[in-house]
Protein backbone atom coordinates (compact mmCIF):
# COMPACT_ATOMS: atom_id res chain seq x y z
CA UNK A 1 0.00 0.00 0.00
CA UNK A 2 2.80 2.53 1.12
CA UNK A 3 5.38 1.47 -2.04
CA UNK A 4 1.54 2.15 -4.03
CA UNK A 5 1.33 5.46 -2.66
CA UNK A 6 4.28 6.93 -2.98
CA UNK A 7 4.48 5.55 -6.73
CA UNK A 8 0.98 7.50 -7.32
CA UNK A 9 2.58 10.44 -5.50
CA UNK A 10 5.90 10.23 -7.94
CA UNK A 11 3.43 9.79 -10.76
CA UNK A 12 1.27 12.80 -9.60
CA UNK A 13 4.41 15.13 -9.23
CA UNK A 14 5.75 14.04 -13.13
CA UNK A 15 2.47 14.70 -14.63
CA UNK A 16 2.35 17.63 -12.85
CA UNK A 17 5.59 19.05 -13.94
CA UNK A 18 4.74 18.50 -17.39
CA UNK A 19 1.40 19.86 -17.10
CA UNK A 20 3.78 22.74 -16.08
CA UNK A 21 6.15 22.86 -19.10
CA UNK A 22 3.20 22.52 -21.70
CA UNK A 23 2.00 25.70 -19.36
CA UNK A 24 5.22 27.55 -19.79
CA UNK A 25 5.98 26.44 -22.90
CA UNK A 26 2.22 27.67 -24.55
CA UNK A 27 3.03 31.15 -23.06
CA UNK A 28 6.69 31.23 -24.48
CA UNK A 29 5.75 31.76 -28.12
CA UNK A 30 7.40 35.03 -29.28
CA UNK A 31 6.36 36.50 -32.65
CA UNK A 32 8.70 38.95 -33.89
CA UNK A 33 7.41 41.53 -35.62
CA UNK A 34 10.16 44.45 -37.18
CA UNK A 35 8.38 47.57 -38.52
CA UNK A 36 8.94 51.20 -39.92
CA UNK A 37 9.19 53.67 -36.71
CA UNK A 38 6.21 55.87 -38.66
CA UNK A 39 4.06 52.34 -37.54
CA UNK A 40 5.03 52.76 -33.59
CA UNK A 41 1.48 53.66 -32.61
CA UNK A 42 -0.81 51.74 -35.35
CA UNK A 43 1.52 48.23 -34.54
CA UNK A 44 1.43 48.24 -31.35
CA UNK A 45 -1.83 48.23 -31.28
CA UNK A 46 -2.12 45.99 -33.67
CA UNK A 47 0.15 43.45 -31.70
CA UNK A 48 -2.33 44.10 -28.77
CA UNK A 49 -5.19 42.97 -30.61
CA UNK A 50 -3.20 40.26 -31.95
CA UNK A 51 -2.31 38.99 -28.56
CA UNK A 52 -5.82 38.96 -27.53
CA UNK A 53 -6.42 36.91 -30.47
CA UNK A 54 -3.75 34.04 -29.56
CA UNK A 55 -3.38 33.37 -26.52
CA UNK A 56 -0.16 32.31 -25.37
CA UNK A 57 1.50 34.75 -28.35
CA UNK A 58 3.28 37.72 -27.14
CA UNK A 59 4.53 40.22 -30.08
CA UNK A 60 7.77 41.65 -29.42
CA UNK A 61 7.45 45.39 -31.72
CA UNK A 62 10.79 46.86 -33.10
CA UNK A 63 10.66 50.25 -34.62
CA UNK A 64 13.47 51.94 -36.40
CA UNK A 65 14.44 53.54 -40.25
CA UNK A 66 13.25 50.17 -42.87
CA UNK A 67 16.90 50.01 -44.37
CA UNK A 68 18.27 49.58 -40.92
CA UNK A 69 15.88 46.93 -39.82
CA UNK A 70 16.48 45.11 -43.48
CA UNK A 71 20.29 44.85 -42.59
CA UNK A 72 19.40 43.92 -39.34
CA UNK A 73 17.75 40.80 -40.22
CA UNK A 74 19.77 40.21 -43.14
CA UNK A 75 22.53 39.83 -41.06
CA UNK A 76 20.53 37.14 -38.57
CA UNK A 77 18.56 39.42 -36.42
CA UNK A 78 15.78 37.33 -34.75
CA UNK A 79 12.44 38.60 -37.02
CA UNK A 80 9.62 36.89 -38.08
CA UNK A 81 7.58 39.72 -39.89
CA UNK A 82 8.92 42.83 -41.62
CA UNK A 83 7.48 45.99 -42.39
CA UNK A 84 8.53 48.75 -44.38
CA UNK A 85 7.64 52.30 -45.05
CA UNK A 86 8.39 51.98 -48.55
CA UNK A 87 8.61 49.18 -51.52
CA UNK A 88 12.57 50.03 -52.09
CA UNK A 89 13.48 48.66 -48.71
CA UNK A 90 11.14 45.76 -49.03
CA UNK A 91 12.87 45.18 -52.37
CA UNK A 92 16.06 45.17 -51.10
CA UNK A 93 15.29 42.42 -48.50
CA UNK A 94 13.64 40.03 -50.86
CA UNK A 95 17.29 40.63 -52.92
CA UNK A 96 18.83 39.57 -49.65
CA UNK A 97 16.31 36.41 -49.30
CA UNK A 98 15.61 37.61 -46.15
CA UNK A 99 11.92 37.48 -46.58
CA UNK A 100 9.28 35.04 -48.77
CA UNK A 101 8.34 37.06 -51.70
CA UNK A 102 5.32 34.89 -52.10
CA UNK A 103 4.01 37.01 -48.79
CA UNK A 104 4.45 40.21 -49.82
CA UNK A 105 1.68 42.64 -49.47
CA UNK A 106 1.05 46.31 -49.45
CA UNK A 107 -1.11 47.40 -46.55
CA UNK A 108 -0.94 51.46 -45.97
CA UNK A 109 -0.12 54.08 -47.64
CA UNK A 110 0.61 57.76 -46.19
CA UNK A 111 2.20 61.35 -47.30
CA UNK A 112 5.25 63.41 -46.81
CA UNK A 113 4.24 66.52 -45.03
CA UNK A 114 6.41 69.52 -44.28
CA UNK A 115 5.92 70.62 -40.40
CA UNK A 116 7.29 73.74 -38.47
CA UNK A 117 7.19 74.07 -34.43
CA UNK A 118 3.59 75.18 -33.03
CA UNK A 119 5.11 78.40 -31.95
CA UNK A 120 6.89 78.91 -35.32
CA UNK A 121 5.76 82.69 -35.77
CA UNK A 122 5.60 82.42 -39.75
CA UNK A 123 5.15 78.89 -41.84
CA UNK A 124 6.24 78.59 -45.50
CA UNK A 125 3.53 78.78 -47.86
CA UNK A 126 5.87 77.02 -50.75
CA UNK A 127 8.67 74.48 -51.44
CA UNK A 128 10.97 77.51 -52.51
CA UNK A 129 10.44 79.77 -48.93
CA UNK A 130 12.81 77.02 -47.63
CA UNK A 131 15.36 78.32 -49.81
CA UNK A 132 14.79 81.79 -47.78
CA UNK A 133 17.05 83.15 -44.50
CA UNK A 134 14.40 82.33 -42.12
CA UNK A 135 15.14 78.37 -42.43
CA UNK A 136 18.72 77.65 -41.99
CA UNK A 137 18.15 73.97 -40.06
CA UNK A 138 15.84 71.89 -41.92
CA UNK A 139 15.09 67.99 -40.83
CA UNK A 140 15.34 65.41 -43.67
CA UNK A 141 15.77 61.77 -43.47
CA UNK A 142 18.93 60.35 -45.17
CA UNK A 143 17.72 58.90 -48.75
CA UNK A 144 20.04 56.41 -48.28
CA UNK A 145 18.74 54.81 -45.43
CA UNK A 146 15.34 55.55 -44.37
CA UNK A 147 12.34 56.12 -46.93
CA UNK A 148 11.13 58.98 -45.78
CA UNK A 149 14.33 60.52 -47.11
CA UNK A 150 13.88 59.22 -50.23
CA UNK A 151 10.31 60.29 -50.89
CA UNK A 152 11.37 63.76 -49.70
CA UNK A 153 14.73 63.58 -51.99
CA UNK A 154 12.18 62.96 -55.05
CA UNK A 155 9.51 65.63 -54.40
CA UNK A 156 12.56 68.21 -53.82
CA UNK A 157 14.26 66.91 -56.75
CA UNK A 158 11.25 67.24 -58.45
CA UNK A 159 10.40 70.83 -57.65
CA UNK A 160 13.94 71.38 -58.45
CA UNK A 161 14.69 72.68 -54.85
CA UNK A 162 16.82 69.64 -53.48
CA UNK A 163 20.56 71.07 -53.15
CA UNK A 164 19.79 74.33 -51.67
CA UNK A 165 17.38 72.16 -49.32
CA UNK A 166 19.94 69.75 -48.68
CA UNK A 167 22.77 72.40 -47.87
CA UNK A 168 20.59 73.58 -44.53
CA UNK A 169 19.88 69.82 -43.84
CA UNK A 170 19.66 68.19 -40.23
CA UNK A 171 19.53 64.67 -41.03
CA UNK A 172 17.24 62.31 -38.84
CA UNK A 173 17.95 58.44 -38.27
CA UNK A 174 14.25 58.03 -38.62
CA UNK A 175 11.25 59.91 -39.37
CA UNK A 176 9.96 59.85 -35.29
CA UNK A 177 13.75 61.65 -34.66
CA UNK A 178 12.89 64.16 -37.50
CA UNK A 179 9.36 65.31 -35.98
CA UNK A 180 10.94 65.36 -32.80
CA UNK A 181 14.02 67.78 -33.85
CA UNK A 182 10.82 69.70 -35.16
CA UNK A 183 9.19 69.39 -31.52
CA UNK A 184 11.78 70.71 -29.54
CA UNK A 185 12.37 74.00 -32.02
CA UNK A 186 15.97 72.50 -32.88
CA UNK A 187 15.13 72.83 -36.40
CA UNK A 188 12.88 75.97 -38.11
CA UNK A 189 11.42 73.34 -40.33
CA UNK A 190 11.18 68.92 -40.87
CA UNK A 191 9.87 66.65 -43.34
CA UNK A 192 7.84 63.46 -42.19
CA UNK A 193 5.30 61.50 -42.79
CA UNK A 194 1.61 63.02 -42.35
CA UNK A 195 0.77 60.07 -39.91
CA UNK A 196 3.65 61.21 -37.37
CA UNK A 197 2.68 64.66 -37.45
CA UNK A 198 -0.27 63.87 -36.00
CA UNK A 199 0.66 62.69 -33.14
CA UNK A 200 1.96 65.69 -31.61
CA UNK A 201 -0.86 68.47 -32.75
CA UNK A 202 0.13 70.83 -29.60
CA UNK A 203 3.84 70.50 -30.49
CA UNK A 204 4.04 70.61 -34.60
CA UNK A 205 1.93 72.12 -37.34
CA UNK A 206 1.75 71.24 -40.82
CA UNK A 207 2.83 73.47 -43.31
CA UNK A 208 2.16 71.82 -46.92
CA UNK A 209 1.17 68.74 -47.29
CA UNK A 210 3.79 67.39 -50.17
CA UNK A 211 2.95 66.02 -54.05
CA UNK A 212 5.02 62.85 -54.75
CA UNK A 213 5.26 61.00 -58.16
CA UNK A 214 6.28 58.14 -55.79
CA UNK A 215 3.67 56.46 -54.36
CA UNK A 216 4.38 56.27 -50.41
CA UNK A 217 2.79 52.50 -49.89
CA UNK A 218 4.12 50.33 -47.03
CA UNK A 219 4.68 46.33 -47.90
CA UNK A 220 4.90 43.40 -45.20
CA UNK A 221 6.11 40.25 -45.80
CA UNK A 222 7.27 36.84 -43.33
CA UNK A 223 10.42 36.68 -43.39
CA UNK A 224 12.77 33.70 -44.60
CA UNK A 225 14.32 32.81 -41.15
CA UNK A 226 10.87 32.76 -39.23
CA UNK A 227 10.64 29.66 -36.76
CA UNK A 228 6.81 30.72 -36.75
CA UNK A 229 6.11 30.65 -40.25
CA UNK A 230 2.11 30.26 -39.97
CA UNK A 231 1.91 32.37 -36.76
CA UNK A 232 3.58 35.21 -38.80
CA UNK A 233 1.75 34.84 -42.06
CA UNK A 234 -1.52 35.05 -39.35
CA UNK A 235 0.12 38.35 -38.41
CA UNK A 236 0.25 39.49 -42.00
CA UNK A 237 -3.44 38.54 -42.42
CA UNK A 238 -4.30 40.68 -39.07
CA UNK A 239 -3.13 43.39 -40.57
CA UNK A 240 -4.81 43.12 -43.93
CA UNK A 241 -7.95 42.56 -42.28
CA UNK A 242 -10.67 44.90 -41.65
CA UNK A 243 -10.31 45.11 -38.03
CA UNK A 244 -6.21 45.51 -38.85
CA UNK A 245 -7.17 48.15 -41.65
CA UNK A 246 -9.09 50.26 -39.68
CA UNK A 247 -6.90 50.64 -36.73
CA UNK A 248 -4.11 51.66 -39.66
CA UNK A 249 -6.95 54.32 -40.69
CA UNK A 250 -7.47 55.78 -37.44
CA UNK A 251 -3.78 56.72 -36.85
CA UNK A 252 -4.18 58.60 -40.45
CA UNK A 253 -2.80 55.41 -42.91
CA UNK A 254 -4.66 55.43 -45.89
CA UNK A 255 -5.64 52.54 -48.13
CA UNK A 256 -2.76 51.55 -50.38
Known amino acids: MLKTARLKAALGAV ?12 HATDLVVSAAASLTNAFKELAQSFEQQHPGVKVITNFGASDILMQQIVRG ?10 QTAMDKAVAAKAVDPATRKTFAANQIVLIVPHDAREQPAALADLT ?3 YQRIALGNPASVPFGRYTKAALEQAGLWTQVQAKG ?7 TSLDYVARG ?8 ATDAAIMPDKVKVALRIPSTTPATYPIAVTSGSRQQALAAQFVAHVLSANGQAVLMRYGFQKP
Open 132 to 134: GTA
Open 170 to 176: VLAENVR
Open 77 to 86: APADVFASAD
Open 15 to 26: CAATLLLATTSA
Open 186 to 193: EVDAGFVF
